[in-house]
């Protein structure tokens, strides 16, 4: 059926189109009320080399030169950088960070990239946390900012790193405020809203198909044709 035959089905079956449609409109609305809205807050960090290097001096009468940590970047840092989002990442540390697997609260920590053969391709750690409560968000993001660290430490202090040399987890972008995020209630309500739709038109479709079957029902058979002669059996 062509694009003005199907509109010309919805006016002639309003009755049973319109209100599928005010349905559809009503049940839309509905489910955007019903989708809690999500709050989402960030943090950046950086790991950085101590200024004074990554090694102690043999001869304390010979330190080592100091460097600026943001012109001291080398592939070490990149790998701590995956560890410490590898070790962020377990159910385990959501768990006890109050982001337990398939609650409604969960973050997402990463280096820019989604890849995770790519991991190791910088020295940052994002923090993304999203929760239906702004409060939640935020301070899920300051907890795990506070985790990465003492992660970070208790890992080198394992290894027995002199702490002169210890790699510094620095705040490029501390906790922001939570923020707003209406992307997935509007994605839920225009779903549900497209399915009305479709809906409204099998209903209308189906009215138009059952009002046709009826006139079929009631309009008379053909009447026979004058002159008609019905068969009848042969004689010898």
């Known amino acids: 059926m062509d694009f003005w035959g199907t509109v010309l089905v919805v006016f002639r079956r309003w009755y049973v189109t319109v209100p599928a449609f005010l349905l559809a409109l009503g049940t839309a609305f509905a489910v955007y009320l019903t989708v809690p809205t999500m709050y989402q807050s960030n943090a950046v960090l950086v790991l950085t080399i101590p200024p004074t290097g990554g090694s102690v001096p043999v001869d304390p009468q010979y330190p080592n030169p100091l460097t600026n940590p943001l012109l001291n970047y080398d592939g070490a840092l990149n790998v701590s950088a995956s560890i410490l989002l590898q070790a962020l990442s377990t159910p385990e540390t959501a768990a006890q960070v109050g982001a337990p697997p398939g ?27 999203r929760s239906p409560s702004a409060e939640t968000a935020h301070s899920l993001v300051t907890k795990l900012v506070q985790r990465a660290k003492v992660e970070m430490a208790e890992r080198q202090r394992l290894l027995r790193a002199p702490p002169s040399t210890y790699l510094a987890l620095t705040e490029m972008v501390p906790p922001t405020s939570p923020q707003e995020q209406r992307g997935g209630k509007s994605r839920f309500a225009a779903a549900v809203l497209i399915l009305g739709l479709f809906a409204a038109l099998t209903a209308g479709f189906a009215a138009e198909s059952v009002a046709a079957a009826l006139r079929r029902r009631e309009s008379p058979g053909p009447p026979p044709a004058a002159g008609r002669v019905e068969p009848t059996a042969l004689r010898r």
């Open 103 to 129: 609650g409604d609260t969960a973050y997402s920590v990463n280096n820019g990239s989604s890849n995770p053969e790519l991991l190791a391709s910088g020295p940052f750690v994002i923090i993304e946390a």
